[in-house]
T-cell receptor, first 112, second 111 residues
Framework: AQSVTQPDIHITVSEGASLELRCNYSYGATPYLFWYVQSPGQGLQLLLKYFSGDTLVQGIKGFEAEFKRSQSSFNLRKPSVHWSDAAEYFC??????????FGKGTTLSVSS | EAQVTQNPRYLITVTGKKLTVTCSQNMNHEYMSWYRQDPGLGLRQIYYSMNVEVTDKGDVPEGYKVSRKEKRNFPLILESPSPNQTSLYFCATFTSSDTQYFGPGTRLTVL
């Protein structure tokens, strides 16, 4: 069955430190891949997406993600975290004409 | 401005009282979907629609109905709500190679 796994439920990072959020997918063929962020009480905002081509994808707010086919991973990174980055992050995957499947989310806390 | 709107944004109701959550988009996208979000479970798809008059079940369709009579609207219907349907609901729309847009969410409480 198709699935998206975010192994880390909660991560705490110091402000200014680097961040990596993990995402693994299980699909028959390489799906489209997305990262969304949800701030408390807000809807989902798309950070970045991968459809094909360059495996390093740049997104908004200084985020990037790297697609690694051999590891079925699409990890999200940011070199220097800001307190405003504290939120819940969702990885999602899908294929043309099908529903997106979401991971269960990773909550990011930023300590000062 | 590209927009997905949901109404109402907040709703408290009682068990068994039929309700409808509306979703409307102004992007002419063919694909629309409903998700529910619960703590620790992430987003789970309820129903989706690939075009007018075409709807399919997602992962958690029990207790819900949808209709797609026109491209821009995709209402979610709870014929007889129960407390386990208390959740945060999102409508979304996208095309197969485009950005997915989410509505602002509807927080439903069923007493």
């Amino acid at each position: 069955a198709q699935s998206v796994t975010q192994p880390d439920i909660h991560i705490t990072v110091s402000e200014g430190a680097s961040l990596e959020l993990r995402c693994n997918y299980s699909y028959g063929a390489t799906p489209y891949l997305f990262w969304y962020v949800q701030s408390p009480g807000q809807g989902l905002q798309l950070l970045l997406k991968y459809f094909s081509g360059d495996t390093l994808v740049q997104g908004i707010k200084g985020f990037e993600a790297e697609f690694k086919r051999s590891q079925s991973s699409f990890n999200l990174r940011k070199p220097s975290v800001h307190w405003s980055d504290a939120a819940e992050y969702f990885c999602a995957a899908g294929q043309a004409g099908t529903a997106l499947i979401f991971g269960k989310g990773t909550t990011l806390s930023v300590s000062s | 401005e590209a927009q997905v709107t949901q109404n109402p944004r907040y709703l408290i109701t009682v068990t068994g009282k039929k309700l409808t959550v509306t979703c409307s988009q102004n992007m002419n996208h063919e694909y629309m979907s409903w998700y529910r979000q619960d703590p620790g479970l992430g987003l789970r798809q309820i129903y989706y629609s690939m075009n007018v008059e075409v709807t399919d079940k997602g992962d958690v369709p029990e207790g819900y109905k949808v209709s797609r009579k026109e491209k821009r609207n995709f209402p979610l219907i709870l014929e007889s709500p129960s407390p386990n349907q208390t959740s945060l609901y999102f409508c979304a729309t996208f095309t197969s190679s485009d950005t997915q847009y989410f509505g602002p969410g509807t927080r439903l409480t069923v007493l």
